[in-house]
């Protein structure tokens, strides 16, 4: 039996996936939203971001939305605040949101361009603050911090960025929070672009553990607009052990994208829904009730009159025991009718059964006993 990671997933649908989406979804869609994804069993969900309506209008109401939505015990709810203005909006409502200041991390964007397009802010101004950020966190008696690149392995702008480029920006955080007395516990690696990959996702974990054995948080922000955001989540499982935490942003129906890196909505996230059905399989538990979570996506899929992105809820999750299929079930051919397996059989009534007989087989005896 192999021994995983710890797994927390922090569901980023209402910040990731809703900035990306019209300004005109209503403030009732969002808080019936926002409910729903509270009664999924999820642990941690981002409601949306304290942010200047005047870039991200999408998020104009996000003070009404806090107002309106039902919190649920147990489930942690934070907020994006990119500065302190935000931090002291977010402030107003904590709780029901966790306000989570005291983490210090120190960070840069591996690509010059994305941060000027996204920040006005360049990759020199980053690094020029981890000297205060590293003071503050003395002045507070932080006895834990963190390191971390953001387009961590390539920009749709520059190019591929190598293990040196990403190691040797670590190595300049991690000496820096040494001499500062500080012990490095965790790494942040996020990908805007979409640039990440499973055997250089496994590869760049397995050379922080060997560098810093003393790390054992490990933040990924994945984007999947080239299809490996869970390839890569279950390449950095490979290598993580039960002394680890994996922590992992999601969203449902993998919606989600960055106006600033030219792929907008399509770029996506991780699929919430996709990624739970992984780790169940793989049998890493995440109290998360998966056909509600599925329910959750086709009511987003309604809020937005489109298709999501994802797998699972689509073809649903692996059937076993009692959810394996009808041998007799007609033929199944489009979306709507592959929700029989939320739907019931009423999903397929009327379809085609080409055999005249009712299929026999002697695995199915073999079940049925």
């Known amino acids: 039996m192999e021994s995983y990671a710890r797994v927390e997933i922090t569901e980023e649908g209402m910040r990731e996936g809703m900035q990306i989406e019209s300004a005109e979804i209503s403030v009732a ?25 005047k870039w991200t209008p999408q998020m104009r109401h996000i003070d009404e939305i806090v107002q309106g939505f039902t919190p649920r015990p147990g489930v942690v709810y934070t907020a994006l605040a990119l500065n302190e203005q935000g931090v002291q909006r977010a402030l107003q409502y904590s709780p029901p949101l966790t306000v989570e200041r005291q983490r210090f991390v120190l960070m840069c964007h591996m690509c010059d361009v994305f941060v000027r397009r996204n920040t006005n802010r360049s990759q020199a101004d980053e690094i020029a603050r ?27 702008f520059v190019g591929e960025f190598s293990e040196a480029d990403r190691f040797e920006m670590l190595e300049r955080q991690y000496s820096l929070w040494a001499e500062s007395g500080i012990k490095v516990a965790s790494v942040f690696l996020g990908d805007p672009m979409s640039w990440c990959m499973p055997n250089v996702v496994e590869r760049d974990l397995a050379e922080v553990k060997r560098r810093w054995p003393g790390i054992h948080d490990f933040w990924l922000h994945l984007h999947n607009g080239r299809g490996m955001a869970v390839p890569s989540t279950y390449a950095a499982l490979r290598v993580l052990g039960p002394e680890d935490t994996l922590h992992i942003d999601t969203t449902i129906g993998g919606i989600g ?8 909505r399509a770029t996506g996230m991780a699929p919430t829904e996709d990624v739970v059905s992984m780790l169940e399989a793989l049998g890493v538990g995440t109290g998360v009730n998966l056909e509600r979570l599925i329910e959750v996506v086709w009511m987003l899929e309604e809020i937005l009159g489109r298709p999501t992105m994802g797998h699972v809820s689509k073809a649903g999750p692996l059937p076993r025991g009692q959810k394996l299929y009808d041998a007799n079930m007609p033929f199944v051919e489009t979306f709507e009718e592959a929700r029989h397996f939320l739907k019931g059989p009423q999903a397929y009534e009327g379809g085609m059964r080409p055999w005249t007989a009712p ?8 079940l049925a006993r």
């Open 257 to 264: 994208g960055c106006p600033y890196c030219g792929n907008g």
């Open 29 to 53: 869609d969002k808080i019936r939203l926002l409910d729903a994804l509270s009664d999924t069993g999820l642990k941690r969900i981002v409601v949306g971001s304290f942010v200047s309506p």
């Open 359 to 366: 299929i026999a087989s002697p695995q199915l005896q073999r």
């Open 130 to 156: 981890w000297p205060e950020i590293a003071r503050r966190a003395n002045d507070a008696g932080a006895k834990e911090a963190g390191i971390g690149v953001n387009a961590a392995w390539g920009s749709n």
